[in-house]
């Protein structure tokens, strides 16, 4: 296996999709997926599928993150598709915690508070989670994390309330990666 899993070597950019749950991660990032021919990685679905879990929080009724544990499946991933020059588009609502060389784009997506609140209320989150995201959101908590954890230059803020702010935002990382293929050939 080559050692090419990494920003300088590889042939095919990889993205990042972040921002706070309902804000469009996963819609955006497979479309994005189907439209310029990206492999899209769900993280949250990998850790369900994966039970990457270390055990459960009874108070916040989460599950607790077994983080190595998705970082080591996350890594293969990479480098497979690296080995077949493959770009990977992953989407989660963190960003901190994987490793700064996997990712040449971060695409961070925000969202009005009054589309926030209708779709974590069809999503039916209780009224206390639908809260702290909504706040979250407010705070652009998830925005400071991805300007903390990678060059400011590779991080983008961009709208996600409407169909046609997805759009533009799929035709945004198709420029985008047309331009990192030139850069890097
Ligand atoms: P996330 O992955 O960030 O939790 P989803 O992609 O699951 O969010 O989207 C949450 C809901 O909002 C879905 O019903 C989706 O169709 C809708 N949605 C997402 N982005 C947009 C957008 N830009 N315009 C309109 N609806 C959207």
Redesign the pocket.
């Known amino acids: 296996m080559s050692d090419d899993n990494n920003n300088t070597e590889r042939k095919r950019p990889n993205i990042l ?1 972040t ?12 479309l994005i997926a189907e439209k310029i021919g990206l492999k899209h990685i ?1 993280v ?1 679905e990998v850790i369900k599928q994966h039970k990457c879990y270390e055990g459960h929080d009874a108070e916040l009724d989460t599950h607790i993150l077994d983080e190595d544990k998705l970082l080591d499946l996350m890594e293969n991933m990479f480098q497979d598709c690296a080995d077949e020059n493959v770009g990977i588009v992953a ?1 989660y ?1 963190s960003c901190e915690l994987f490793p700064e060389r996997w990712f040449d784009l971060v695409l961070v ?1 925000r ?1 009005s508070t009054e ?1 926030l609140f209708d ?1 974590l209320t ?2 039916e989150y209780s009224e206390k989670k639908r809260s702290e995201n909504l706040e979250a959101e407010i705070m652009q908590v998830v925005l400071e994390e991805a300007r903390e954890s990678y060059d400011l230059e590779i991080v983008q803020e961009v ?8 759009e533009s ?1 799929v035709e945004r990382c198709r420029v985008w990666m047309e331009q990192w293929i030139a850069n890097n050939s």
Request: proline residues 3%; charged residues 20%; hydrophobic residues 20%.
């Open positions: 999709v921002g706070t749950p309902g804000v469009g991660k996963t819609a955006t990032a497979s769900n949250g989407d609502h997506l969202t589309n779709r069809d999503r709208q996600s309330n409407t169909v046609e702010d997805m935002n």
